[in-house]
């Protein structure tokens, strides 16, 4: 701040401080200098040191000796990130000249467009979607629905009333029926055929979710059952309830035990 030069004989090569250090290059060495030009390692080869994932770490002697460049401190070892990832697929808003009507499709990383018709809304069951997965999409098209896998294979035609994803479950609606689905082994099995509707997924296996009804809430099982008794209010994840004053927990296989009341 004071312009006053701190290190008088400079280097060869020198990089910006990331935090407390920075790597610089004297007499064909490459060293690790603190903010006011004191050398906190010298290499022992001419070899370039390597970054670690952000540049967090400073790796010197091809990785044996490491150094936080934030701290200067150095460190036994490092955990390796890798960089982020960007998803393989696109939804897609295709522009047609028009306000009213808006159309989507999918696309790749190389902005191929995935399916040859255009739908009025695609939803992802995963944030990331990845063709090496199992990811699916909702499909929908005049007022029908139907399920594809993100590489634009299709699993069901698009001819049912209503769908959703609710956890790992496909919700479809046919016949004012809704149908509970894994999709496991490249197809759709059934899980169970039901009149409620979730809303939530829970973290229970034999749980499908949460469903609310005459505002009130209760927890439907793969078996179809309900519990006997219903809540006003069940977390999203199916761990705890609340009846009146009381607070009940919600065990792994969906059964409630009091746990306070006024």
């Known amino acids: 701040k004071t ?3 701190i290190i008088n004989e400079g280097f060869e090569m020198a990089y910006p401080f990331v935090g407390k250090t920075a790597i610089a290059k004297q007499n064909n060495h490459w060293i690790l200098i603190d903010l006011e ?5 010298h290499s022992k080869n001419e070899t370039a040191p390597n970054f670690s994932s952000f540049e967090k770490f400073i790796l010197f002697e091809y990785g044996k000796i490491v150094y936080n460049l934030k701290t200067g401190k150095k ?9 982020p990832a960007s998803p393989n697929f696109f939804i897609k808003e295709l522009d047609n000249g028009k306000f009213i ?3 989507y499709n999918f696309i790749n990383n190389n902005q191929e467009e995935i399916f040859n018709t255009e739908f009025d809304s695609i939803h992802k069951q995963n944030f990331l979607m990845f063709e090496y997965n199992d990811n699916l999409l909702i499909l929908k098209k005049n007022n029908k629905y ?10 069901t035609e698009i001819k049912y009333d209503k769908a959703a994803f609710i956890g790992n479950y496909v919700m479809l609606y046919e016949n004012k029926k809704w149908n509970y689905y894994l999709f496991e082994n490249k197809k759709l099995n059934l899980i169970l055929t039901s009149d409620i509707k979730c809303e939530d997924a829970t973290y229970q296996s034999n749980v ?11 927890l439907l099982k793969t078996d179809g059952q309900i519990l006997n008794k219903y809540f006003d209010y069940i977390s999203w994840d199916g761990t705890f309830g609340i009846s009146g004053d009381s607070v009940y927990i919600f065990d792994k296989n969906g059964d409630y035990q009091l746990y306070f009341s006024k």
């Open 208 to 218: 499908i979710g949460v469903f609310e009804s005459d505002k009130k809430f209760n």
């Open 3 to 5: 312009k006053k030069k």
């Open 37 to 41: 030009g004191k050398v906190v390692y």
């Open 146 to 155: 139907g399920i594809s896998l993100a590489n634009g294979k299709e699993i």
């Open 101 to 103: 009507f808006i159309k």
């Open 75 to 83: 460190e036994n070892g490092y955990i390796y990130c890798a960089e």
